[in-house]
């Protein structure tokens, strides 16, 4: 039973099974480097292959590794041919790199847009 000079081997209910040491996980039966930086939660290879990353809140893969990537509680954040990226909830719009909520008033003749900026980071109203 062999996993490599980075890690243990062990059998569990008859089938190997590697512990491989910190930023090391299991591939095609050995102990393979995987890292994503140190804002992520884990790392593993998709299909064997591919590096994955599971970065923490307020992060995204980027190239296999995990970059500062956030559009505030109204929306997901990723990278897009290196471009960031904020898919937005239904209710809300990308302003400057966040999601915020929009608000369409009509007091008489008038139409003012509103939109209040609710991220983790700041509160305030911009208006149109």
Do not use: W
Request: with cysteine; proline share 2%; charged share 25%.
């Amino acid at each position: 039973c062999d996993c490599g000079s980075h890690g243990a081997c062990s059998f569990e209910t008859g089938q190997k099974k590697c512990i491989c040491d910190v930023n090391y996980v299991e591939k095609e039966g050995k102990c393979e480097y995987c890292s994503c930086g140190e804002n992520s939660n884990s790392c593993h290879f998709k299909q064997g292959k591919y590096k994955k990353c599971n970065c923490s809140s307020g992060y995204a893969e980027n190239h296999g590794y995990c970059e500062e990537c956030n559009c505030g509680p109204y929306g997901s954040c990723s990278f897009v041919d290196d471009k960031k990226r904020c898919d937005c909830k239904s209710f809300t719009v990308e302003r400057n790199g966040v999601c915020v909520v929009m608000e369409i008033t009509s007091p008489e003749d008038t139409t003012v847009g509103t939109s209040t900026v609710l991220s983790s980071t700041a509160l305030g109203k911009v208006f149109e």
